[in-house]
């Protein structure tokens, strides 16, 4: 079964930068569509970017739009999403997962925190 590991999150100021990396436990990795999903406490898990098994197609929320970029490396079974000018509404624990979703491949997540 895949397993997704999350990293890069933590506090940032408003208009700051982070970038997440979400590595795969398995080299089918490279066979998926995959999509960057939020969730704030209270409230669905929402996806935020996707992209096709390799790299292209790529689509993202319209609140993200030119301040998230998602990519990929299928050769360290790696993909990422950098974000900019971040936003406090940006706050939220941040996953990977292939598209569509599979319950058991959640990770922990990554938690981004954008606050002054």
């Known amino acids: 079964q895949v397993q997704f590991v999350e990293s890069g999150g933590g506090l940032v100021q408003p208009g700051g930068s982070l970038r997440l990396s979400c590595a795969a436990s398995e080299r089918i990795f490279s066979s998926y569509a995959m999509g960057w999903y939020r969730q704030v406490p209270g409230k669905q898990r929402e996806m935020v970017a996707s992209?096709?098994?390799?790299?292209?197609?790529?689509k993202y929320k319209d609140s993200v739009k030119g301040r998230f970029t998602i990519s990929r490396d299928n050769a360290k079974n790696t993909v990422y999403l950098q974000m900019n000018s971040l936003k406090p509404e940006d706050t939220a624990a941040y996953y990977c997962?292939?598209?569509?979703?599979?319950?058991?491949?959640w990770g922990q997540g990554t938690q981004v925190t954008v606050s002054s």
């Open positions: 992209m096709d098994s390799s790299g292209g197609d790529k």
């Open positions: 997962n292939v598209i569509p979703p599979r319950p058991g491949y």
